[in-house]
């Protein structure tokens, strides 16, 4: 029986901001569809503006559980820009968490609501989530021979001309680096073999397609590529053992202390166009991320384990960017599950958004 309340109690440190993230989602379509209406009129830069405005109070909340609520610590090295730019985020892919981690450094940077991604097509099926990251800039890929590289441009085009801000997500590796998964890494590291590339150990080689088109579409837009390293500092971490980075409901159940974030700019202008290099520039990056993660994990020198090297500094998230959004979407929502009429509106929306988000996403990819 005690076994059992230490297990019930364990799975409530994430059932219950996973109960408020989801519970929220309703309201939250419900006040984006009722402003895509009210501006359908307005320049699609209004539209832009108060949308964006809209997923920073969302994302703000979400925060709230993954930072203040988790209680971790937060390592920055490098320089983050104090002014907002439009750029490309590349990092390496671990974990679900790895989205959080651009939301948090986006809104150490006040740009949480420019934030876009690049998601995995299967990605488009999530109930509501699905459809509104289409609608909010996000672009849906396949892998390989299925790419579909026009509707890439076209989506990324209307983006640009409407003025949209741009904070573009890519994980070039396409899939998650799992230490445990050795088919996946050594199939990679065959790949590297094959085409005369560096082979990588700690992540997978990545793929520039949906990174090449971003860039050469956006160029005249964009200032800089974001190149990010994340390493997720384990409890029971043991030297040269590496451990799968944690789930989101880990990390909501405190497995992570620390998470380290390796920041480098790199200018648009030095990004090279031409396919063929453009693939060596990538991969070059992520070899740099190699060596990096190769020290993290593996350093013959007590201090520089679970360090990357340079300057580092805690970055605290204080309380006054995250609980006024929790406030506001619990505020909306509460009353909403209080009435009758407000219930039926709840249920429908979550049914018939999610039926007719699933039909939009794939009519209009």
């Known amino acids: 029986m005690l076994l059992s309340l230490v297990v019930h109690t364990y799975s409530l440190r994430y ?49 709230f559980f993954f930072e203040n609520y988790t209680g971790v610590e937060i390592i920055i090295y490098g320089d983050i820009p104090k002014n907002k730019e439009n750029v490309i985020y590349l990092s390496n892919h671990q974990c679900t968490a790895d989205w959080i981690i651009a939301d948090m450094l986006a809104t150490r940077q006040n740009a949480l609501g420019h934030v876009r991604y690049v998601l995995k097509d299967g990605l488009k099926w999530l109930p509501l989530y699905g459809f509104y990251f289409s609608q909010h800039g996000g672009v849906y890929v396949k892998r390989s021979a299925k790419f579909n590289e026009k509707a890439m441009r ?24 799992n230490p445990d998964l050795k088919n996946v890494i050594a199939d990679s590291q065959a790949f590297s073999a094959k085409e005369g590339l560096a082979i990588l150990k700690h992540t997978l080689t990545p793929r520039m397609k949906a990174s090449h088109v971003a860039i050469e579409t956006m160029r005249d837009h964009l200032h800089a590529v974001y190149d990010v390293t994340v390493a997720y500092e384990s409890k029971q971490f043991a030297k040269g053992q590496r451990k799968p980075a944690p789930s989101m409901p880990e990390f909501l159940c405190k497995e992570c202390p620390r998470v380290h974030i390796h920041f480098e700019r790199v200018d648009i202008k030095e990004i090279p166009s031409e396919p063929l290099f453009f693939r060596r520039w990538l991969h070059e990056r ?38 006024p959004s929790l406030m506001i979407l619990g505020g909306l929502t509460l009353p909403l599950l209080l009435t009758e009429n407000g219930r039926k509106l709840y249920v429908r929306t979550w049914v018939y958004g999610t039926l007719l988000g699933w039909l939009w996403v794939n009519a209009f990819p």
Request: charged residues 20%.
């Open 154 to 177: 076209k989506k990324l085009v209307r983006q640009t001309q409407a003025g949209a801000p741009m904070y573009l997500v890519i994980f070039p590796e396409g899939t998650r680096y």
């Open 286 to 323: 992520f070899e740099i991320k190699d060596r990096l993660l190769s020290e993290f994990y593996e350093s013959e020198e007590a201090d520089k384990l679970c360090s990357f090297p340079g300057n580092r500094r805690l970055s605290p998230l204080g309380l006054s960017k995250t609980l």
């Open 15 to 63: 059932w219950f901001p996973a109960t408020i993230m989801l519970g929220t989602a309703p309201v939250y379509v419900l006040s984006w569809a009722a402003w895509r209406f009210l501006s359908s009129a307005l320049p699609a830069r209004l539209y832009h503006q108060f949308d964006d405005r809209l997923y920073h109070i969302y994302q703000s909340m979400v925060l």
